[in-house]
């Protein structure tokens, strides 16, 4: 059996690494660029693009290996009808969801600021869930793929860590599922609530999942994946 070095412990992979799969929460021109929602909010969104080479080189990992990718996006139907308004009341800034902007409506569906950043831009293969909500399981077809495609491990990335991605993790996590967070391929606006979320995952023995950095998933990937030596 392989495993990942992760904290607090080892992650064991699934004996069929075709039941692991890559999420990648929200990597959107809205969260990452100026002029989109996350800006709107009053954050400084410049700050989350470090990520983006360490998540493109996990992404390529699973793209060589052919293992299963899902990309989720945060979007509101034209009409807003599936935004609240606890959601839509949001932020005290110029802008909110739905009201146009540099890169279109703000946080709408197929515009041009609510689409993924080109550098992660999902293949034809690859899931695009659209998703109303901060986890990716509320209102989505999510848990229905993952059980058709026998899929019971996730590695989860993207942004913001203490929103979307945290509160993924504790969706899957009480939905049965082995969740493991790529610490550098994960980022929020708020350095100390990226720390804390992380620690509070691994906490009380892995309360919600693991978490260890993308070499040591990319590493335990490519040694699972090495044909047997024959002697
Ligand atoms: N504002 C913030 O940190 N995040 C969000 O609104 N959405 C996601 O985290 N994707």
Redesign the pocket.
């Known amino acids: 059996m392989s495993s990942i070095p992760a904290q607090p412990y080892d992650y064991e992979l699934p004996q069929n690494l075709h039941s692991l799969a890559l999420i990648i ?2 990597m ?1 021109r809205d ?1 990452m660029e100026p002029g989109g ?2 800006d709107a ?1 009053g ?1 400084d969104v410049l700050r989350l693009q470090a990520i983006v080479p360490t998540l493109k080189q996990l992404l390529e990992t699973f793209r060589a290996k052919g293992l299963p990718v899902f990309h989720t996006i ?1 979007c509101h139907k034209p009409d807003l009808s599936d935004c609240p308004p606890s959601k839509l009341n949001r932020g005290k800034g110029s802008l909110k969801i739905g009201d146009e902007g540099p890169m279109g409506r703000i946080l709408v569906m197929d515009e041009p600021g609510n689409g993924i950043i080109p550098e992660l831009a999902p293949l034809q293969n690859e899931t695009v869930i659209l998703k109303p909500g ?1 986890g990716a399981f509320y209102a989505t077809p999510l848990e229905t793929l993952l059980k058709e495609k026998g899929i019971t491990h996730l590695l989860v990335t ?3 860590t ?4 945290q509160t993924t993790m504790r969706e899957a996590n009480d939905r049965g599922y082995e969740c493991l967070m790529v610490e550098d391929c994960t980022e ?2 708020f350095p100390e609530f990226k720390q804390s979320t992380l620690e509070m995952v691994r906490a009380q023995g892995g309360i919600v999942g693991w978490t260890a950095p993308a070499a040591a998933v990319i590493e335990a990937l490519e040694l699972a994946t090495q044909p047997a030596i024959a002697v």
């Open positions: 929460i929200d959107q969260f929602f996350g909010l954050n945060e901060k993207g942004v913001t203490e929103v979307c991605v929020s606006y």
